[in-house]
């Protein structure tokens, strides 16, 4: 018999748990209710039911079923008064109804998680018995039960379907003893392998991928060292917004609940997204490793081991400090890289199975798990699916089969009543709702730190590195908090990457940069002249040192290149590969043609063993273990060269949202060391617009300009700012709705610099772009902004009065825009196979919750042809008066196809 704590479950689940007992043992004819006012029935039942079973005649007529749960159960003998006195209330409930002639039942079934005991006359049963025998003439009662913690506890036993349902609710104990005992035979084999899985990973991702190698001894950080919560947004808001939650907590208190279509509405899913560096990936590795604790909780660790001890321990502690608890509904997680994924759905002909991936991933002593056990194991245990990094598959086609993918599982997961929660990671660059044709999704927008909470980070990290050093952990405080304070340096210590990147150069002394390309720049110099300046260093750091800066150049090139390939979602570079890149430059430079594999091999091992920012995860392969480090060194790699070819290559990768973070890189790199191109970089950026008509709708000129300026690009040159906030300013006129954020990013920018030009400039962008377009965005800020008597409001009652009033876009859900863009795509040429194919893909579109806009990605597929473009192009700029809001969404759906288009091809 089976260990269960039905005090566990809350009175919501107990009542849905009795609903499922009553179909069971009565049979189909029970109606179950909803919670809420139900009049007395959590079910009820007309005609002959299957019950009792073993006793005389079985019940016939009208019948009701109620639950009565008690949220701390005592002892038995005040247990049994309360169940009385219950009972009590609702049969006077009934007697009431029965004198008002309202219908009331033959047979009354009681069930309640209390034990009643079955001791003779003074029991807590035969008292019941008693009670419903005195009150039975007056009612009209024929038949009456009870079903107590004792019988439920049977009940569970032998009822198999019910119990795998409400497992992870009632099962108490050592969990994998039990388990065993209480699975179907597939699944039951799997927990053991399930439960070593879940140590393994908390062992072997325990690891923070925050740059760590910056630190003295070059030692990693673990989670359980620093790891904390972080802000977020339920949609985009300001960063001092007062309603920034932390997202971890919030995430986990959204996993409370039951996600079935007999609970809700089926799946959920919470996709998180966030900029480069902001601790994405790290998060949901918190959120992972706490359902882990929560699932072990109750478990002896010890088998798997002291360290698994010492881990399990370490993470439960830093959780608390972090204020992050542990959930009651202890769901298990599955960690899914999306890289990986769709690599294997690129390598894969034929149709996808996300679970058979899964499963595949799961290896425990050379054998992968089983599917179909999987299966079983969802249908007894409550699931957190971890999606991460969907903008690390930038290929559309790619893309969209990763997403049918998740969407059959989860409507599998519906059909076989699996309570399952998907989280998902992106940056925001190229998102547009995906994860919302799979699963009902709200959207977490992670926030840039606030000072306090960066300084709190930092002295986390402080404390670990500086443990025997006060003195050392009070001036990087110091330092931080002045540059925490500066203007030009706060902008850099706003994410978790940028902070302990801040953190270790203060503990050198170093001059603490101003610009991003900077930070990752003297970060690189100060682990690479340590590792020189160590005892008995090779001699080949020093020596070499431009061979070995080309390896990591080229490196990052050449994987941020095999990013954007349908088949190389998962980059990483093979030895061979490298060998042969570096082996060929050596040659180039002297080196004889007998030596230079043997150096390019030594040059590989130093970089990995004693740099360590190459790291190799697998055999014979290498990647960065921190993407934006991958990306600095590939801007490194993109400014190398002519004048004229470094300004070629910007041209060409300006559009793409996978290249936008090397790009701004790269530009800060060529500030820096080449600072005679700093006009034309900004020339290059604000000109871009102007290159075709296509161009001048999807503005994605203005939409790098936006995040060039935002990122404190040029502060030392007031008139390229000044150019830079004027290109901006004109993606507005044609604007989605989801880019209001960035408006008032803008404005928030330009307020905090005090300067009343740059705010005129401004102001009067703001007041071109709503007469342009009276449905714009800018035209609806300036309607937003006219109360009030700062210059702002003052702006906007000036442009509203000029007889030129916003015009609100009709109110519809967010993927009625798709619908509404269809419908002008089908009159628009009935014989044209691509306006066709347009009409069809824009249809596809389905229901998805936390964006603005949702963008089919089959509609981007299509925009591939070139008629296809063109016919939207047409439409848009037909529609830019009649039709606003279908302009701005055609606009809206060019300006994603052209972000997503791959251009690392181009690059010689």
Request: charged fraction near 25%; glycine fraction near 6%.
């Amino acid at each position: 018999m089976g260990h269960y704590d039905l005090s566990r479950m809350g009175w919501q689940q107990f009542e849905h748990m009795i609903q499922a007992f009553a179909k069971e043992v009565l049979g189909n004819g029970v109606r179950p209710f909803g919670s809420g006012k139900d009049g007395q029935r959590e079910a009820d039942f007309r005609g002959r039911v299957n019950f009792p079973i073993g006793q005389g005649s079985r019940w016939s007529g009208y019948g009701v079923v109620q639950a009565k749960y008690r949220e701390q159960t005592k002892t038995p003998t005040d247990d049994s008064k309360w169940f009385l006195g219950e009972v009590r209330k609702e049969l006077r409930g009934w007697l009431g109804k029965k004198r008002l002639d309202r219908k009331t039942p033959k047979y009354l079934l009681f069930a309640t998680n209390v034990s009643l005991s079955g001791v003779e006359d003074v029991g807590g049963k035969d008292q019941f018995e008693d009670l419903l025998q005195s009150w039975s003439e007056e009612l009209g009662l024929e038949g009456w039960y009870v079903w107590d913690y004792a019988e439920l506890r049977t009940m569970l036993d032998s009822h198999e379907s019910v119990r795998r349902r409400y497992l992870e609710q009632i099962i108490t104990g050592d969990i994998l003893e039990e388990l065993k005992n209480l699975l179907p035979s597939a699944a039951g084999l799997e927990v053991e392998r399930l439960a070593s899985h879940a140590v393994s990973e908390l062992m072997t991702r325990q690891w923070v991928r925050t740059g760590d190698v910056g630190y003295g001894d070059g030692s990693k950080v673990k989670l359980a060292d620093i790891a904390i919560d972080l802000p977020c947004t339920v949609g985009p808001r300001t960063k001092n917004d007062p309603t920034r939650q932390a997202a971890a907590r919030l995430t986990l208190s959204l996993g409370e609940q039951t996600y079935t279509t007999a609970s809700t509405e089926g799946p959920i899913g919470v996709v998180i997204v966030g900029g480069p560096g902001q601790g994405k990936s790290t998060l949901t590795q918190v959120i992972a490793h706490t359902y882990r604790l929560a699932f072990l909780r109750d478990t002896d660790v010890s088998k798997f081991g002291p360290k698994a001890v010492e881990a399990v321990a370490a993470l439960q502690d830093r959780l608390e400090v972090a204020g992050i608890p542990l959930p009651t509904k202890r769901r298990w997680p599955f960690v899914v890289e999306l890289a990986k994924m769709g690599s294997a759905i690129a390598r894969q002909d034929g149709g996808f199975s996300l679970v058979q991936y899964i499963a595949s991933q799961i290896v425990i002593e050379g054998r992968s798990t089983s599917p179909a056990a999987l299966f079983e194991w969802m249908q007894s245990w409550p699931v957190c699916l971890v999606l991460d990094g969907l903008d690390e598959v930038p290929d559309s086609r790619v893309r969209a089969e990763l997403v049918a993918a998740v969407s059959s599982f989860a409507a599998e997961a519906s059909s076989r009543q699996i309570d399952l929660m998907v989280v998902a990671t992106s940056r925001p660059q190229g998102y547009r709702g995906e994860f919302g044709e799979a699963v009902k999704d709200l959207e977490l927008r992670l926030a840039e730190l606030t000072e306090e909470e960066a300084l709190g980070y930092s002295e986390a990290l402080t404390s670990l590195r500086a443990v025997d050093d006060p003195d050392l952990a009070a001036q990087v405080t110091e330092r931080l908090i002045s540059a925490v304070h500066e203007r030009v340096t706060q902008r850099l210590m706003t994410t978790p990457l940028q902070v302990t990147i801040m953190t270790a150069l203060a503990e050198e002394a170093v001059e603490l940069p101003t610009d991003r390309f900077e930070l990752f720049d003297r970060y690189y110099k100060v682990v690479y002249d340590r590792e020189v300046s160590k005892p008995h260093s090779a001699s080949e750091l020093k020596n070499l040192r431009p061979h070995i800066d080309f390896l990591h150049e080229i490196a990052g090139l050449k994987l941020q290149q095999r990013a954007e390939r349908p088949s190389g979602s998962d980059p990483a570079l093979p030895k061979k590969e490298i060998s042969r890149i570096l082996g060929k430059r050596l040659e180039r430079e002297g080196f004889a043609e007998a030596d230079s594999d043997s150096i390019a091999e030594n040059l590989i091992r130093l970089s990995t063993e004693r740099l360590v920012l190459l790291v190799s995860r697998r055999s014979g392969k290498y990647e960065f273990d921190v993407r934006s480090l991958q990306e600095y060194m590939a801007a490194r790699a993109l400014t190398s060269g002519e004048d004229s070819e470094v300004l070629a290559r910007l041209g060409q990768l300006l559009p793409t949202g996978h290249w936008r973070n090397t790009w701004m890189l790269a530009a800060g790199r060529l500030l820096r060391r080449r600072e005679h191109l700093r006009e034309k970089i900004v020339e290059i950026v604000v000109n871009y617009d102007d290159t075709s008509e296509e161009t001048k709708v999807t503005r994605l000129g203005a939409d790098l300009a936006t995040d060039l300026y935002l990122d404190n690009f040029a502060a030392e040159y007031p008139a390229l700012r000044r150019e830079l906030l004027l290109s901006a300013m004109t993606q507005f006129e044609y604007a989605a709705p989801d880019t209001t954020a960035s408006l008032a990013s803008l404005h928030a920018s330009v307020r905090s610099q005090d300067d009343e030009r740059v705010l005129d400039l401004f102001h009067a962008a703001l007041h071109d772009a709503a007469r342009a377009n009276l449905s714009s965005i800018a035209a609806r800020y300036l309607h937003d902004h006219s109360t009030g008597m700062d210059r702002t409001a003052k702006q906007a009652r000036a442009t509203l009065n000029e007889g030129r009033k916003y015009i609100k876009p009709p109110q519809m859900h967010r993927d009625a825009y798709a619908m509404s863009l269809a419908a002008v795509v089908d009159q628009y040429d009935s014989q044209s196979e691509a306006a066709n194919k347009l009409s069809i893909a824009l249809k596809t579109q389905t229901m998805s919750a936390g964006h603005d806009l949702s963008i089919p990605l089959a509609a981007l597929i299509v925009l591939d042809d070139f008629e296809a473009r063109k016919i939207l192009l047409d439409i848009v700029l037909r529609s830019h008066a009649a039709h606003s809001y279908v302009a701005n969404y055609g606009a809206a759906v060019l300006r994603l196809h052209a972000s997503t288009e791959l251009r690392g091809n181009l690059l010689s």
